[in-house]
């Protein structure tokens, strides 16, 4: 051991390649981390609901593994709200990439009366019951997160690999310090681990990866008309689950959504960017957190992602 | 409800172009929530929801008298665990970007575990923000600190001498603390081994002066703005790429052997000639990669193997050289068996796998550390079991000084000798900082125990300008 091999650092007279993009290094450290999780996990699985974060995961996922199929199905937890173009293009994606969907259904713990509607209306936090009996079911001993920390303070706390007890539940004053690029997952029986590779990435990171890479979205995260009516300081769209009070009043309006959730809790914001080159530039120029803007679920109280993750939540 | 889209005139010189990982640590009360609040706010990375709801609860709080104004110290106010018991819990990733850079900032806290979190931020950090209070110059915390970053070789150190607005803009006070600075620096090496470099600002985090925009008020002061060094500092990243010794631990095979990507094969992937492709995937920790290059295939229990590398692919894409940090697929002319926990590295820059290891710990756990004690140890993409033999002493992080010890316990930092139950391609840390560190992880609960550092053998050829 004691050659003089290692002992200096010498540096390359040829040039590199000028430094990566930030895109590009957010990029590489993602499929470091798929591949990391895919390595050293038994069975995982991705959570996808057709919503561009998790687009953008399954996009990392292809990259990584290529010209190989992504080695994972594709869980998804339907809260039977859900808008159909969502559905259809999350069904869509899956047949493209020859993905096995698993799917959780909020609506079926209902009708077998082991979770009760709330009086709010929205299914969103009821979402928890079927993600945990899928992941016991299916015994996946990982699941892929979009989830980013600038989303919101608990997930700004939160490890790239979380680790989860047997209930599901996050516990933020026992997570295990996160090194360099070493990630531990070590695991006992009936524990299980949350990996959200893209932490590090913003909302806006996310749209100028969507335009570079040209992924396609469902059509609601671009401008178009639809029948909304006002609640809570948000437009909700009109559709079987989501009916207007009479004293709410229908119009039309062009719109589109920053985040796509339940029917029941996600509102649009009115809008004129028809493209995803319009989009980056709104979000750019954008003076309110898209979770603040448009989700119902989040305004519950100043802890609510707090409180949800504990119970686990995504 | 509406999102106003005001288009900024040049959005597309304007956007970041590279990413920069920094972290904050100070001691209690100096001011490192407002500083951090400070840049979040000055950058117009704070929305304005967010900045209602901070403006809100000053205001119930009575922040700044009759004067009014805004706590930046909220914006990074945490979980409600811990409001609820006044502390903070751990470290908190923050984002924000200007027309340079994008930034990630790891919020380390300062007093609870302290060096717990100052390992866990610094670990991944290009530069590290260590903040004094203008009032109390250099304490022994500030010591401990930057023997922290020293030991953890973090590239730039920046010593923000906050509150210089309490000390009247006093540039003799200013000049006291930083020649104190300078002293514990050059006690360390930081800043005069080559490897770091250590700068000093004086700031006021709640007016904001010399934060992001150079201050009039300190006018003896005549370098750059905090932001401004943010932004022209070289990452890690960079001068690791230009290192010549190539790493790339292997993370997994790709080798679909016919399960192809349907996607792919639809956008015209010719089958027949990816029906034998077999290809190693990982992330390039440091140097850089050309086809054509000799490389070394480094396996535990084997001497090194040579071979060419034919082809680096990404995604569909065949490039001719990638860098660190870069994820690829690398493609050799020789058909050996490489598995994830190997190593690829350019041909005779490595030295032997070894089942010795000699290291620096940073003990994160309540559990102390044991002579005798069974652990296991996680470096680059291998996992191995390892015995404790011997703990050689702790650090006194004040007085850099090693003293005897036969336990380590939270938050020391002391040497140990393992061994491995398989050789490891070790590297001194000094020199390698992803192939150099590893991790001390509990066999019985999985939890991790330490960050360790590769130092070389006792009495092979070592720097003892300081002990660690």
Known sequence: MSTSLTEETKVTDAAVSTRLSSLDTLESEAIHIIREVVAEFEKPALLFSGGKDSVVMLHLATKAFWPGKVPFPVLHVDTGHNFPEVIDFRDRTVERLGLKLVVGSVQEFIDRGELAERADGTRNPLQTVPLLDAIQQNRFDAVFGGGRRDEDKARAKERILSLRDEFGQWDPRNQRPELWNLYNGRHTVGQHVRAFPISNWTELDIWRYIERENIELPGLYYAHEREVFARDGMWRAVGEVSQPRPDEQVITKTVRYRTVGDMSCTGAVESNAYTVSDVVVEVAASTLTERGATRADDRISEAAMEDRKKDGYF | ?468
Request: charged residues 25%; glycine residues 8%; hydrophobic residues 40%.
């Open chain 2, 1 to 468: 409800m509406t999102t106003e889209a005001v288009l900024p005139a040049d959005l597309e010189t304007a956007l970041p172009t590279t990413l920069f990982r920094f972290a904050t640590a100070g001691s209690v009360d100096d001011g490192k929530s407002t500083l951090v609040g400070r840049l979040l706010h000055d950058s117009k990375a704070i929305l304005a929801d967010q900045l209602d709801a901070v403006a809100r609860t000053s205001a119930d709080r009575g922040f700044g008298g009759d004067k009014g104004g805004i706590d930046l110290a909220l914006l990074t106010d945490g979980l409600r665990a811990e409001r609820e018991q006044g502390i903070t819990i751990d470290v908190a990733y923050r984002y924000f970007a200007t027309d340079q850079r994008s930034f990630i900032l790891a919020d380390c806290p300062g007093h609870v575990q302290y060096t717990k979190n100052t390992v866990t931020g610094a670990s991944t950090a290009d530069a590290v923000v260590v903040l004094i209070d203008a009032r109390k110059g250099v304490l022994e915390q500030t010591r401990r600190h930057l023997s922290v970053l020293q030991l953890l070789r973090v590239a730039h150190v920046i010593v923000a001498v906050n509150k210089i607005d309490l000390v009247d803009f006093s540039e003799s006070v200013f000049r006291g603390i930083e020649a104190d600075v300078q002293q514990v620096g050059r006690e360390l090496g930081l800043g005069s081994d080559g490897i770091s470099d250590l700068l000093v600002i004086p700031v006021s985090a709640l007016d904001g002066d010399n934060v992001v925009e150079r201050s009039e008020r300190t006018p003896w002061y005549t370098g750059p703005a905090l932001l401004e060094v943010l932004e022209t500092l070289p990452a890690a990243d960079e001068l690791e790429s230009h290192l010549e010794s190539f790493r790339f631990p292997v993370q997994l095979v790709v080798r679909p052997q016919g399960a192809l990507a349907p996607d792919a094969v639809a956008a015209g992937l010719d089958v027949e000639a990816y029906r034998d492709y077999r290809a190693y995937a990982g992330q390039i920790t440091e140097g850089s990669v050309k086809v054509g290059d000799q490389v070394s295939v480094l396996t535990p229990g084997q001497s090194p193997r040579t071979t060419t590398v034919v082809g680096i692919d990404f995604a569909g894409a065949s490039l001719q050289e990638a860098a660190a940090p870069q994820s690829v697929a690398i493609r050799l002319a020789d058909e050996f068996d490489v598995a994830r926990g190997d190593t690829i590295a350019a041909a005779g820059t490595v030295r032997e796998a070894s089942a010795d290891l000699y290291a620096a710990l940073c003990w994160l756990s309540p559990k102390p550390l044991r002579e005798g004690q069974k652990v296991l140890v996680k470096h680059g993409t291998r996992t191995v079991q390892a015995m404790v033999r011997s703990v050689s002493g702790k650090l006194d992080l004040a007085t850099f000084k090693l003293e005897g010890a036969s336990s380590l316990e939270l938050n020391d930092i002391g040497h140990a000798q393992l061994r491995l139950a398989a050789p490891l391609p070790l590297e001194n840390y000094l020199h390698h900082r992803r192939t150099g560190a590893f991790l001390v992880i509990d066999p019985l609960d999985g939890n991790t125990l330490a960050a360790g550092l590769v130092k070389d053998h006792p009495g092979d050829h070592e720097d003892e300008r300081y002990s660690i």
